[in-house]
């Protein structure tokens, strides 16, 4: 059979997934039989929920598009902050209302993104097969390190979160999704990622201890499993983490000890201060 070759050169931070002789450079891919250019560039490693636009000789082309021999091939990473509409996108429209689905391992990560305000499921345990459907049905980014759950047809929306660490982590996607301008501390529960609001005097003399009544303020009622939120004597330094993350990208949100008051009873990975608040950072 006839050995054809295509030129191919990824751009940005595509280059994380290649091996090192391949990165920043143009190379040439060999192939034997037709394929389209999807195939190709997941061949070599790249989810296609990382790219959204794609070069053929200078021309803008779809997924489908057929490799022939001599093609010229630009592959870019997503462009949530760039309008590139004049172009041929490889999805509808940017994720401006950004929604988001970690896998079992971002648990922490999760509550991360929740705190600054990011609606952010996390299913737990749950198969590839659910994730996807999840990413799907309710229109969310898959965030995962399992490149191979990023190259499912079914999702269009996804990234690899590339570090360990969960304080790099949420510095990563704040900075991947463009998310600074949405930040919105505080206004969901870092437990079911419901919407928080105003809790009602109703609510604060239900649910808060009496000593919690009289010295915290800020209470917030959590719509989806009704946990009471106030603010505590973390609440300052947790300001400080999220403007940091916000700023440089860059927080270290592992020192969170907590940000607010909660009557639920705590998680095996949480612990309760002297105070009666719970650490509300934990994964």
């Given at each position: 059979?006839?050995?054809?070759?295509?030129?191919?050169?990824?751009?940005?931070?595509?280059?994380?997934?290649?091996?090192?002789?391949?990165?920043?450079?143009?190379?040439?891919?060999?192939?034997?039989?037709?394929?389209?250019?999807?195939?190709?560039?997941?061949?070599?490693?790249?989810?296609?929920?990382?790219?959204?636009?794609?070069?053929?000789?200078?021309?803008?082309?779809?997924?489908?598009?057929?490799?022939?021999?001599?093609?010229?091939?630009?592959?870019?990473?997503?462009?949530?902050?760039?309008?590139?509409?004049?172009?041929?996108?490889?999805?509808?429209?940017?994720?401006?209302?950004?929604?988001?689905?970690?896998?079992?391992?971002?648990?922490?990560?999760?509550?991360?993104?929740?705190?600054?305000?990011?609606?952010?499921?996390?299913?737990?345990?749950?198969?590839?097969?659910?994730?996807?459907?999840?990413?799907?049905?309710?229109?969310?980014?898959?965030?995962?390190?399992?490149?191979?759950?990023?190259?499912?047809?079914?999702?269009?929306?996804g990234y690899a979160v590339r570090s360990k660490e969960p304080s790099a982590q949420i510095a990563e996607v704040v900075s991947?999704?463009?998310?600074?301008?949405?930040?919105?501390?505080?206004?969901?529960?870092?437990?079911?990622?419901?919407?928080?609001?105003?809790?009602?005097?109703?609510?604060?003399?239900?649910?808060?201890?009496?000593?919690?009544?009289?010295?915290?303020?800020?209470?917030?009622?959590?719509?989806?499993?009704?946990?009471?939120?106030?603010?505590?004597?973390?609440?300052?330094?947790?300001?400080?983490?999220?403007?940091?993350?916000?700023?440089?990208?860059?927080?270290?949100?592992?020192?969170?000890?907590?940000?607010?008051?909660?009557?639920?009873?705590?998680?095996?990975?949480?612990?309760?201060?002297?105070?009666?608040?719970?650490?509300?950072?934990?994964?």
């Amino acid at each position: 059979m006839l050995v054809k070759n295509a030129l191919l050169r990824f751009y940005a931070e595509l280059n994380d997934f290649l091996p090192a002789p391949l990165r920043q450079v143009a190379f040439t891919h060999e192939f034997e039989r037709t394929r389209s250019v999807k195939d190709a560039i997941e061949s070599l490693g790249v989810p296609h929920t990382e790219v959204d636009l794609i070069l053929v000789d200078g021309s803008p082309v779809t997924f489908a598009h057929r490799l022939r021999d001599g093609d010229r091939v630009s592959v870019f990473p997503v462009f949530e902050s760039f309008d590139i509409s004049s172009l041929t996108r490889l999805r509808s429209a940017p994720l401006r209302n950004p929604a988001f689905v970690a896998d079992v391992h971002l648990g922490r990560l999760a509550r991360y993104l929740r705190m600054l305000g990011f609606d952010t499921a996390w299913p737990g345990d749950v198969p590839d097969d659910r994730l996807a459907e999840v990413a799907v049905g309710e229109n969310r980014a898959v965030l995962t390190r399992d490149r191979g759950l990023l190259k499912r047809n079914a999702v269009t929306h996804g990234y690899a979160v590339r570090s360990k660490e969960p304080s790099a982590q949420i510095a990563e996607v704040v900075s991947r999704f463009d998310l600074s301008a949405g930040v919105r501390p505080f206004s969901r529960c870092l437990r079911c990622n419901g919407l928080l609001r105003e809790a009602t005097q109703e609510e604060i003399e239900r649910k808060a201890p009496d000593r919690v009544r009289q010295d915290a303020s800020g209470f917030r009622f959590c719509l989806g499993c009704g946990r009471l939120y106030w603010r505590g004597s973390h609440y300052d330094a947790m300001q400080r983490l999220v403007a940091s993350v916000i700023e440089s990208g860059a927080g270290v949100l592992e020192e969170c000890a907590g940000a607010s008051g909660d009557t639920s009873d705590a998680p095996p990975s949480t612990g309760r201060s002297g105070s009666g608040q719970e650490s509300e950072c934990e994964g």
